[in-house]
């Protein structure tokens, strides 16, 4: 396998939610798995993105094609964890950006994330790819965060 440790250990945990969801997920009708993008240089910094490792498992599941350059983000943001709801949607406002000529019209969208907490960035992926011709757009998330007390 080309994973290194980390993303094993996330191809692993991906299976396992596929394994209890299965069913579901299937029924869904995906066309197309998204990841949640990182922008280029938060790539750089680390060239490992969490949802691209959980796109491709559930995409092969899926027998849907996981493209990891249909969403771009197109600026950086604070990390979401440090900010209060607010915050959190004025960071990621106007974030994202999809590749013209990339989405499917009319394509169900599996958008893959490692961590939900409040549904920000979903929401704003989702918003995005919709905008650009999406039917509809499904979350799929590894863990449900719990955000600030």
């Given amino acids: 396998s080309k994973l290194r440790g980390g993303d094993r250990l996330l191809a692993g ?20 798995v998204v990841p949640v993008p990182l922008y280029f240089w938060q790539g750089l910094l680390r060239p490992h993105n969490p ?12 027998n849907a094609p996981s493209a990891t350059h249909i969403l771009r983000k197109i600026r950086w943001t604070e990390a979401q ?32 994330d490692d961590v939900l ?17 999406a ?3 499904v979350v799929a998330v590894l863990a449900r965060g719990l955000g600030r007390r």
């Avoid at 394994?19 to 009708?29: D, E, F």
């Avoid at 949802?51 to 899926?62: D, F, N, S």
């Avoid at 440090?82 to 169900?108: D, E, I, M, S, Y």
């Fill in 13 to 32: 945990l991906a299976e396992l939610v596929w394994r209890r969801n299965s069913q579901a997920m299937q029924s869904l009708g995906i066309d197309v």
């Fill in 81 to 112: 964890a440090r900010l209060n709801p607010t915050q959190r949607r004025v960071n990621v406002q106007n974030a994202f950006a999809v590749a013209k000529g990339t989405l499917p019209a009319g394509a169900t969208v599996l958008l893959a």
């Fill in 135 to 137: 039917a509809r757009v």
């Fill in 117 to 133: 907490t409040t549904g920000t960035t979903a929401n704003e992926a989702a918003r995005v790819l919709k905008r650009a011709g």
């Fill in 51 to 62: 949802a691209a490792v959980l796109a491709e498992v559930w995409g092969k599941r899926l």
